[in-house]
């Protein structure tokens, strides 16, 4: 019976070293990374696209998504966008707005009829730095870009500028690289993406 019970006594003290050390690490206490679901109201997305000629600028909605947080830092996650969504923002003119977003919505720019929605997924934090898989018309190409965050009680609020070169997912339309003589009909390959995410526990 002593053997017995010195055998649980020492399993019941391995168990409890072996948590110890699963829990800590270089010293410090590890816990799990927490989800926190993106708010899609409070959340936005503008783009910024520039031509030789002038620039248009617009929004586009954040369609759901999810942050994991480990303390105060990002530690992965995904959303994603509703192409269905898209709009510009600076030209009055009704008739010319609905032109520019029927345009943007064909196949000359990202086929939302086929591709519906855009997709975002972290691969990889590296200090302020998020890499990940940027996805726009079924094509997926991996992004880095920097990142602030700051935590408000129990939500999270991340924001970003991301910058993409659009002929990386078959955007070719009035791109030099792509039609040489094209001239001041040009638009630029490169668009800006300002984005704020914010999610909740």
Request: positive net charge; contains cysteine; proline residues 1%.
């Amino acid at each position: 019976m002593k053997t017995i019970k010195y055998f649980a006594i020492a399993l019941v003290a391995a168990l409890s070293l072996n948590t110890a050390v699963a829990t800590e690490k270089n010293g410090k206490k590890t816990a799990k990374p927490v989800a926190y679901k993106v708010d899609v109201a409070k959340s936005t997305l503008k783009w910024h696209a520039k031509k030789v000629t002038g620039e248009h600028i617009g929004t586009v909605n954040i369609a759901e998504g999810a942050l994991m947080v480990d303390g105060a830092k990002v530690t992965g996650g995904s959303f994603g966008i509703d192409m269905n969504s898209i709009v510009c923002t600076d030209l009055t003119d009704a008739a010319y707005n609905g032109k520019l977003i029927g345009h943007l919505k064909s196949d000359d720019f990202f086929s939302v009829a086929k591709h519906p929605k855009a997709n975002f997924k972290i691969t990889k934090v590296e200090g302020n730095n998020i890499t990940g898989d940027m996805t726009i018309k079924g094509i997926t190409n991996s992004i880095t870009f920097p990142v602030t965050m700051k935590m408000e009680g129990k939500n999270v609020v991340a924001n970003a500028k991301i910058v993409l070169d659009r002929t990386k997912w078959d955007v070719r339309y009035g791109s030099k690289k792509f039609f040489e003589s094209i001239g001041d009909k040009a638009i630029y390959d490169d668009f800006e993406m300002d984005l704020i995410l914010a999610a909740a526990k």
